[in-house]
């Protein structure tokens, strides 16, 4: 009898990185299948400059992103940008003593309370499986991925997830 069992998936974290621990964290998490479905792209002219129109989905991303300091004090949203398949944004974790039930779990529990209560309040599942982080190294690298986070919508055209 043929074994048809999937290839073990290869972990992208930090082997023996404490992913519940205090610091600062770079997160993208794209859409299922990359389909554009929480924007579109929008050239602008000379007033407004190039930019990204919500969707619904969209719109109910952002309102998710935006409570996540409010529901849990202990965490807070640095910056994002929500792109038409993906969405980007540094998290803050305090790791406060009274460290609300997400930062338990730290980073993973972040973000699967993201995913599960945008894509149950769209009423479709948004996400692919997983996410990309990056552990935040120094001023220079916070900064760095500010901008980048800041300028994203202009560069949507050439971006990897275009």
Known sequence: MMNYSRPARKSIR????????????????????????????VGGDALVGPHIELTHYGRTVEKYINSIGHVYPDILVDSFTVMPN???FIVLLSGSPKAATPTKTGLPGIVNSLKGLTSKQCGISLWQRGYY?????????????REYIAHNPQKWETDEYF
């Open 86 to 88: 993906h969405i980007h």
């Open 133 to 145: 982080e990056h552990v935040v190294r120094g001023e220079n690298d916070l900064r760095e991925i």
């Open 14 to 41: 930090l082997k023996g990185y404490d992913y519940t621990s205090s610091g600062a964290y770079f997160v993208t998490i794209c859409t299922k299948d990359r389909r554009h479905l929480l924007g579109t792209f």
